[in-house]
């Protein structure tokens, strides 16, 4: 869509273990390095998350999103969304909205589920 605003993208990961390059945030002295399945020099990095739970079959999945590589959480698209539009959009019983947070640790490594995540788009036109 020409001139529209592209809303949040998130990067589906299993469990909590993250893979994705954060864009260089102001002041930081370094930018993000891939070295294989390695990501370095993410302390600092900003970044948005959702954690929908939904139901299978008898069980219940909690996936994580994250915005880690594919952008810094923009402000104002991340306050205009609501947990009511999450849960539609995910087609969950509930999500966790969580951020804008920041990175605490220097690097991830990747493997098993979290090396092939799934992007989607949230709060765009």
């Keep these: 869509m020409t001139g529209a605003i592209p809303g949040i993208r998130l990067c589906a990961l299993a469990g909590f273990v993250l893979l994705g390059?954060?864009?260089?945030t102001a002041g930081r002295a370094e930018t993000p390095v891939i070295n294989g399945?390695?990501?370095e020099h993410l302390r600092d990095a900003r970044y948005c998350e959702f954690l929908p739970i939904v139901r299978d079959g008898l069980h219940l999945v909690a996936t994580a999103?994250?915005?880690l590589g594919l952008n810094e959480c923009p402000g104002k698209l991340w306050?205009?969304?609501t947990e009511d539009e999450a849960k539609q959009r995910f087609n969950a019983l509930a999500v966790i909205v969580n951020g804008p947070r920041y990175f605490i640790m220097d690097s991830i490594t990747a493997s098993g589920a979290t090396k092939a995540g799934k992007t989607i788009e949230i709060g765009g036109s």
């Excluded at 390059?21 to 260089?24: L, Q």
Aim: with cysteine; hydrophobic share 40%; charged share 15%.
């Design 21 to 24: 390059v954060c864009a260089n």
């Design 65 to 67: 999103y994250n915005t």
């Design 79 to 81: 306050d205009a969304i």
């Design 37 to 39: 399945d390695t990501i």
